[in-house]
């Protein structure tokens, strides 16, 4: 079956940098659309980040972009997600999501599967 594992969050001041990694398995991976969203305590999921099949295409939240960075690895099956500038507004559970098609939802919804997610926490 397909599994997102999400690792890399942490503890970390305002102004300081984390890498998450979402590992893929059970999945072509180079056929999915990867992305990154995240849900602070008491609001809705948000989309944060996208990259499609080839890693050539990406698009970003307003909120995070020029800070944040996806990328990913098709060899690996990995897809990543480099958090610079890092802010208190920034803390919330990290998910990674897999998707084949655009179709339904373009980059910021209609993702088939999800990761367990990962905690990010930013102080001030």
């Known amino acids: 079956q397909v599994q997102l594992v999400e690792s890399g969050g942490g503890l970390v001041q305002a102004g300081g940098s984390l890498r998450l990694s979402c590992a893929a398995s059970?999945?072509?991976?180079?056929?999915?659309?990867m992305a990154w969203f995240r849900q602070a305590p008491g609001k809705e999921r948000e989309f944060v980040a996208a990259i499609n099949w080839s890693g050539g295409s990406t698009y970003y939240a307003d909120s995070v972009k020029g800070r944040f960075t996806i990328s990913r690895d098709n060899a690996k099956n990995l897809v990543y997600m480099q958090m610079n500038s890092l802010k208190p507004e920034d803390t919330a559970v990290y998910y990674c999501a897999a998707k084949t098609s655009m179709l339904g939802g373009g980059w910021i919804s209609g993702y088939d599967y999800w990761g367990q997610g990962t905690q990010v926490t930013v102080s001030s």
């Open positions: 059970g999945l072509s991976f180079s056929r999915y659309v």
